[in-house]
């Protein structure tokens, strides 16, 4: 009788259980790696298939945007995933489609119709945007990627440094046989080369969801068959509103105090005598709010340790060299890192996060004289910000006679 009513209680229990219900074999999905957005005048030119609307019904509004998306698909059974590829080629193992729409869901249920299999967004590596349509804001964008829940949040989001975000799906070296990939692990050794900051899509969104904080996406640009890392764009809410070089994104690494460093800094000694080549190997920074007469005071420490990587047209390390190398670089240090911060503040650009930092350490200020992004922009573009910089040399090397 025990066992019968066990049974009888673990039925209803069976029946809640869905089970696979939306379960799609491999063969059945169109796996996208790599998508590429741009924008298109030749919208009239360009056939329009009726899938989410018939023919002339979409309420086209006078600032709307005509999509061309590009979409890198997987060929089955042709990308080789261990040693020994053989001659396969990168030809082989991917397949670009284009497709157009008002939106990107508009779009992709276009491409949909050119394909046998599901759309499955869930391998998805690479995520390109060309740099008019940063300019004129990616909130649209972000709004569907969000939304769909097989986007996943370690994705890479690319801005090109000019031209079509098309042409970055088209860089594939020779060695490599499946371009998103490459793609991909160029961004990811970037930031573990200290090239660029851990920029994936989930921080992205982050940045473009709190409040006092402005995103930084990296930069590219297609060199044929390769790209080339081109610093960081960086935004105002959801529009780009400039870029940092190479250069500059090292600097702001500093400023965040992140490790390690993958830009070295070149020193002219003061009688103009030689060169140095000084490398960062070690940084560490502190941002410090506090309110003075009622208004935001900002304080940023910057410690960093390097080494003397080379030495041109000069053979001296002795201990007076070194201590003026390091002079030399904390005062052209602090006047580079002033110069890059008043040109953020003066395109109300906040990357750092010094608003968030402000509003969690002084939320009665926040409400009553801030309140918001718009307020806080208000406030940031004349902000006093004291960057002070400490550069310490550790190691020399060998020297030369």
Known sequence: MKRVLLFMAIIPILMLLSGCWDRYELEERAMILAISIDVTDDREEVEKYEVTHSKGDFPVRED????????????????????GGGETNSEDTDWLLVTYGYTMKDALSNLQQELAEKIYLGHIQIIVVSEEIAKNGIS??????????????????MITD?????????ATPPIQTIPSLYLSNTLKDAVRFGKLPKEFLGKIWIDFSDIGVDAMIPLVKSMGDHILVHGLAYFKGDKMVGKLTPTDTGAILAMQGMNPAGYSNVVETEDQSGVYLIKPQRRKSKISVKLVDGEPKVTIN??????????????????DRLEELEKTLSNYGEKALSKLMKRLQQDESDILGIGARVRAKYPKYWHEKVKDDKGWYEVYKDLDIQIHLDYKIRRVGMEWK
């Open 64 to 83: 709307q945007k005509y999509y061309k998306l590009t979409a890198q698909l997987a060929v089955p059974g042709k990308i080789m995933l261990g040693p």
């Open 140 to 157: 649209e964008i972000m709004d569907f990627l969000r939304r769909d829940y097989e986007v996943r949040r370690s994705a890479w989001l």
């Open 162 to 170: 000019g031209g079509e975000a098309q042409d970055i799906l088209n």
């Open 302 to 319: 910057v410690k960093i340790e390097g080494f003397v990587e080379e030495q041109n047209h000069v053979n001296d390390l002795s201990k």
